[in-house]
């Protein structure tokens, strides 16, 4: 019954943000599905509550019953109740969990309460597929700071653009609604001042369902970003970092919408492992990037990027712009070491998921 549970999770991401995404399952002594349900918008029911007015809407006792669910149940009041709570309400009698809440306001305390109560508590089917599920939440929580994605299309020989600047399209529409999938799980989307300025994107979600946009963050050193850019979309976050203080343009971004934070580092620039860090303090799990080669290549050289998502188009262009500038490297040993995760055809194109070598030992 695990593995239900996790498919029903793997329909939250994108839309239980901050909070992780989360299934639960219950069933009767004779494993019958009794009711199920996974995590709302924050601030809405958890899982196990969707997973109990389930059962209750279709007229079933879940008393005796066991909860499989993809992750500890909260002890805590937050936005909402402690689940351990409504499970020892309802009369649950036994729970398979996943893997421990790494939230320091759960952390074993769920476990321990459950038992506390009487009921049988066993932790472990599932853990690896609710933890991927969740590896941003997992990386503010223990780390600090979110879990970095960055994404890139290009041609085959690694360009991302023509000398001239022309990119639009490198890759086919599979891969351009796939790419928005992603944009879609994140917490937030994240950019740099020149892509604002040479490209004047939405970098909104638009080629998927999504259940909410993610905020978008802006790298902008000497706050250049336009007042009538196309990224101020009604209702969503935004932050734009910057290093140099303006408070006049300030004033003008923030009656946009926006909000503005000084983050000053070295040579004028934004101090970028700061703001990763400012970001976690606002809850944002996961970040998607999606930037030009400048920004690109600063992320990967302070070692701040998880995970990448490479398109590839069979293109041959000669020269252009790469995927980024980072570097010179005087020895191979100085590479950064990536282990494939997954490589998959998307139309005309291929899509390779690779992730920084023991970057998710957390």
């Known amino acids: 019954m695990i593995e239900l549970a996790v498919e029903i999770a793997s329909k939250a991401p994108g839309l239980s943000s901050p909070n992780p995404a989360v299934g639960c399952v219950l069933t009767s002594p004779e494993g019958r599905v009794l009711g199920q349900g996974h995590t709302q918008r924050a601030g809405g029911p958890h899982a196990e509550i969707m997973a109990l007015r389930d059962a209750a809407a279709q007229g079933h006792s879940v008393a005796g019953a066991t909860a499989w669910v993809t992750l500890e149940p909260c002890s805590h009041h937050g936005r909402t109740g402690p689940c351990c709570d409504a499970l020892i309400a309802a009369g649950v009698k036994k729970v398979v969990a996943s893997i421990a809440d790494p939230n320091p ?17 066993e932790v472990g089917p599932g853990a690896a597929e609710s933890r991927e599920l969740n590896i941003g939440f997992f990386s503010r929580m223990i780390r600090k700071t979110p879990w970095v994605r960055l994404k890139v299309a290009a041609s085959l020989d690694g360009k991302t653009a023509l000398d001239n600047g022309a990119s639009q399209w490198i890759t086919a529409d599979a891969a351009r ?3 928005h999938a992603w944009r879609a799980r994140a917490s937030a989307v994240l950019t740099g001042i020149g892509t604002v300025l040479e490209d004047d994107p939405r970098l909104d979600v638009r080629l998927v369902d999504t259940p909410r946009q993610p905020d978008l963050v802006v790298v902008d050193s000497r706050l250049e970003t336009p007042l009538d850019a196309r990224l101020f979309i009604p209702g969503r976050t935004v932050y734009i970092y910057a290093a140099g203080q ?5 004033a003008a971004l923030e009656a946009r919408g926006a909000t503005v934070i000084y983050q000053p580092g070295a040579n004028g620039k934004v101090d970028l492992a700061a703001m990763l860090r400012d970001l976690a303090r606002r809850e944002v799990n996961e970040v998607h990037v999606e930037a030009g080669h400048k ?10 990027v998880d995970e990448f998502v490479v398109y590839l188009a069979p293109k041959w262009i000669g020269q252009g712009a790469g995927m980024a500038s980072f570097g010179p ?7 950064v070491e990536l282990d494939f995760r997954s490589a998959d055809r998307l139309g005309p194109d291929l899509r390779i998921v690779a992730r920084v070598r023991g970057r998710d030992l957390f």
Not at 105 to 121: S, T
Request: charged letters at 25%; a negative charge.
């Open 105 to 121: 306001l759960v952390a074993g305390q769920g476990f321990a309460r459950l038992r506390a109560a009487g009921m049988e508590v």
């Open 177 to 179: 609604a796939d790419g």
């Open 246 to 250: 303006n408070d006049e343009k300030k």
């Open 295 to 304: 920004l690109n290549g600063s992320l990967v050289r302070e070692a701040l």
């Open 329 to 335: 490297i005087t020895e191979l040993s100085q590479a």
